[in-house]
């Protein structure tokens, strides 16, 4: 019998990693969990997007007693901007940011979805914009560059603190946190997993 100790059994990937920028899984992968409450949405894979920080929140959330509950999705076009963003700088030509039926499918089933896209603070925007735009759904959002609150409800983003007016809402979900200073790539220090278990138990506990 085991003493002062939980054993858990996590399903990090579908599918073979890709190494340094894709460790966590490829593309079009979810990992799964007994109770939904907790999804952490990362980038697909590749040279510039990193999905490194995905699997330390994941980890940190579960060992702060989240267990159970934490699934994490790669998205299939987690790349560039979505389609019906303005042109932005450092836009990759031929590349757009989507979602698929089925992933809209897989964030809806959870209380609460952490959102990690990058270190571009208008993709950020655009990203989060899009994704609740289709995932009706309260998000924590992660980030490398700063963003705040005003910043997402320009773009008709609901937020709990800045709201656009009702005639330029463009979400069903909303945004209830913001982490920011999570460098993409990298381990982040414990201060910030602090700050991202902290916000994600915050919003649980109020779901309104």
Known sequence: MPIGRITQVVDCRESMGMGKGGGLAQRGTISECRHPDVIVVGMSP?????TKPVCDITSAL?????EFSVSTLVLN???GVPADAPKLAGSVLGA??????KEVSQIEQHKVAVLHHGNVRS????????ILSQADVRAVVVSQAPIDYEDLAKVGVKTA????SPEHIRTKGE????VSGVTRGQTPPRDKLAEVVQAVLN???NPN
């Open 46 to 50: 590749g040279r510039r997007h990193v």
């Open 77 to 79: 076009s987690g790349s």
């Open 96 to 101: 757009y940011f989507g979602l698929s039926g």
């Open 123 to 130: 993709h950020v925007v655009e990203k989060v914009r899009f």
């Open 203 to 205: 919003v649980m506990k």
């Open 175 to 178: 945004v209830a946190a913001i």
């Open 161 to 164: 603190y800045v709201m656009p």
């Open 62 to 66: 579960r060992r702060e007693g989240v």
